[in-house]
């Protein structure tokens, strides 16, 4: 398997700009419409879906597409460690920040995780940049299936396969890909295509895939007819997010960032909280409330 470079080694945290109350009053002078939000992994982890590059992560190392489509044996590591993942991912609530972005109602969001758990939360619109878990597609057809489905025939394929394992299943760590670290994977049986007899694989942006060009150029729509762009829970440590920071500042559009790592973009944000982001939204909720 690649190992993945981390783009954030040696990046320090920054110091917040502002109190929270002072960046939000600034949020507030304008219409929350106004404002287009992108939020990463720190968005989930009050949901219980950990993220890869927070304080106190455990280094990971994420399989790529290009692992992914080497041959069955990777197709099966991954979805061995999925089919024990999946339910647990499933069984995810959105927590307080989804709950506040949502009555927040901003321009729009735009999503790096692949959760769902901002369209449960009721917001709308919503762009899942890198797709969704609950999601299979057919590499060949372009045919989409429930995961729900898949998870009821990897369990007819591979009956007895939780029972075999030398360890239970609920003490594996779930990664923020819906995958477990699970090394006890061979011969682990996944079905083709029902339609075609093709390779199924999750309908997510894999480690060193592009984000589709039509959704792509949805969320840029997006966050270009936004007066500015707030980051929640991103390290922009992927270009598919960085990028929209960098146009932003590039066309005086303000950015602000809040999460409690360093960021790829804390050079180009006009303001930088280091707080929770649950604390900042409450934050942001207060300064709009009449």
Known sequence: MAVIKDP???LARPAPTASDAQIAAALAARPTGDWAVLTGAGMSTDSGIPDYRGPGAPPRSPMTGQTFRSGQAARSRYWARSFLGWPRIR???PNAAHRALARLSPHGTITQNVDGL???AGSDPVIDLHGRLDRVICLQCGELFSRDWLQGELDALNPGF???LSISPEEIETAPDGDVALEETAGFAVPPCPVC???LKPDVVFFGESVPAERAEAATRLAAGAH???VLGSSLAVLSGLRFVRSAARE???VVIVTDGPTRGD????HRSTSRVADFLAAWEAAVAP
């Open 197 to 199: 007899g093709g390779i």
């Open 228 to 230: 500015g762009l707030v």
């Open 118 to 120: 901002h369209e449960t």
């Open 91 to 93: 069984a995810a609530q």
């Open 8 to 10: 954030l080694r040696g």
């Open 252 to 254: 005086g559009r303000p």
């Open 162 to 164: 939780r029972a075999g």
């Open 267 to 270: 050079a180009l944000a006009a």
